[in-house]
């Protein structure tokens, strides 16, 4: 009994930590892009402007929730809860700390994959059901963009998978108690993050809602709540990737002193940190430099990395 | 591969540099909190000086709302029992003017002058009309000593012809002085 209870308050805690995290990540961005271009950012409501998140939400909350009258209305209304669902999803197998964690699936990754696979129904769809050519030119370029990129995202993964002997996240935050992964697996880190920035389509990816030549892509139609949800998917997808690269290269809890829920959020944290840095900092790419780049670089990249440790791996089993 | 390397290295080098911004001095001035610095000819709120004896300097000569380029300056001028003009009524329209200077620089006796004030906002836009009550002040403004009746060679109440400031009696052209 005290089991299931356990589960649900970890189920529970891990929902309302990720949905307050999506809205303060908001109010963070905003104010680390302006500490990096020499402004304030939103710094009036509140002490530290911190209830900047509580004005947005209301604001976003009592927004008249438009449909226009030319979309496809059941798939334009489904699409927005779709990268949600994906996304809150993924996190189920993610370990945040050695007992904390909502499942501990022997498949972790492949589950994670598969869900960010889905996820590119939604911007697929949202941008078909706007009926508007900006918006579907978004969802085109979405999802060429994430079917590519996720291509060597997986195999990228597939040199941690090897180290490890395992697709349960929990055995492989294990096998980093001596040496994280960030280091034999160095290739294989790079790679990921690349296709993790371009999955959840973050500058200098970010060409799908590039707001100077297609209004705001596949998301031009959506207002309200139901923007508010590619909104909070999005902030929610950077949160993973970074959780995920927390988990898969950096250790996950492991750390000295610190307690080890605190050592996955700190590392997290700034993860996240670097994601902002990323935009603070990097163009826009055109979009068959994006194309070239995952394709004639990325994958033989990650190929490199597979086959490298693979016979690394073969050599320390025969020896 | 040189290429890549090198746009990897422009990559961190620019990744970096906006890193190291976090240290910079930040350059938003904390406006209700932190007034800016306005430099000294800054041209704000208009106002209507009087001379260094307290009288109105302005002599409703109209060079000023004829000099105006968005038209906001309106006024009407009268007499006293002297013979001294001034304005019957003026009145800017402060959601009209562009605040340019020109009805400053036209102004022959240096009566209306441009301050360095700029809070003056409304939430009634009719708040933005100001008359003469509003734009007339109990100082000299820029001009501590220049009162324009005193150098004018104009004859009015108290002072004659010839007794201006630098000027000479009047010559009495039928007369046989010389």
């Not at chain 1, 050695?98 to 697929?124: E, H």
């Not at chain 1, 068959?288 to 016979?311: E, R």
């Not at chain 2, 100001?130 to 004018?152: P, Q």
Request: neutral net charge; charged residues 15%; glycine residues 10%.
């Amino acid at each position: 009994m005290s089991g299931i209870l356990w589960h649900l308050a970890n189920v529970a805690g891990i929902l309302g930590v990720l949905l307050t995290l999506a809205g303060g990540l908001i109010m963070v961005e905003r104010r680390l892009l302006a500490l990096w271009q020499d402004r304030y950012g939103p710094n009036r409501v509140g002490p530290f402007g911190l209830l900047q998140v509580a004005a947005d939400m209301i604001k976003i909350f009592t927004k008249e929730d438009w449909t226009p009258p030319f979309a496809d209305k059941p798939v334009f209304i489904i699409a927005p809860c779709i990268i949600m669902a994906t996304v809150l999803m993924s996190f189920a197998v993610i370990p945040f700390g050695p007992t904390v964690g909502v499942a501990d699936l022997d498949i972790g990754l492949l589950f994670f994959l598969g869900m960010s696979s889905l996820g590119v129904y939604s911007v697929a769809l949202a941008g078909w059901a706007s009926n508007n050519k900006y918006a579907l030119l978004g969802g085109l370029r979405a999802t060429a963009q994430m079917l590519s990129y996720e291509v060597f995202m997986a195999l990228s993964l597939m040199g941690v998978v090897m180290l490890a002997g395992s697709f349960n996240l929990r055995t492989i935050v294990n096998a980093q108690q001596h040496l994280w992964f960030c280091v034999p697996q160095f290739l294989g880190l790079v790679v990921f993050t690349v296709a993790g920035i371009a999955e959840t389509h973050r500058v200098p990816f970010d060409l799908p809602e590039a707001e100077s030549e297609l209004v705001a892509g596949f998301h031009s139609e959506y207002s309200g709540m139901k923007f508010g949800m590619f909104f909070v998917g999005e902030y929610l997808g950077i949160t993973l990737i970074s959780a995920l690269i927390v988990t898969l290269f950096f250790g996950g809890w492991y750390g000295p002193f610190l307690p080890p829920l605190l050592w996955f959020a700190l590392k997290t944290a700034v993860l996240i940190c670097g994601f902002v840095l990323l935009r603070a900092s990097m163009p826009r790419l055109r979009y068959d430099q994006l194309m070239s780049f995952g394709w004639k670089i990325m994958l033989p990249t990650a190929l490199l990395n597979l086959l490298i440790t693979g016979a690394v791996v073969v050599a320390r089993h025969a020896s | 591969m040189i290429r890549g390397m090198e746009g990897t290295k422009s990559l961190l080098r620019s990744m970096w540099m906006v890193f190291m911004h976090s240290f910079h001095k930040r350059e938003t001035v904390l406006y209700p909190e932190e007034k800016p610095k306005l430099p000294a000819r800054w041209r704000g709120r208009i106002v209507l000086t009087r001379d260094p004896d307290g009288q109105e300097r302005c002599v409703a000569c109209y060079l000023c709302s004829s000099a105006c380029p968005v038209g906001c300056i309106a006024l009407q001028a009268t007499e006293d029992e002297t013979g001294r003009r001034y304005p019957e009524f003026f009145r800017i329209n402060f959601s009209r003017c562009i605040f340019c200077g020109m009805c400053e620089e036209a102004c022959p006796t240096n009566s209306i002058q441009l301050t360095p004030d700029f809070e003056m906002s409304e939430y009634n836009r009719q708040d933005l009309v100001y008359e003469k009550e509003h734009l007339l002040i109990n100082g000299v403004g820029k001009y501590h000593d220049y009162n324009f009746y005193r150098v004018a060679g104009l004859a009015i109440g108290g002072k004659g012809k010839g007794e201006a400031e630098n000027e000479s009696p009047p010559e009495d052209v039928k007369g046989l002085s010389l």
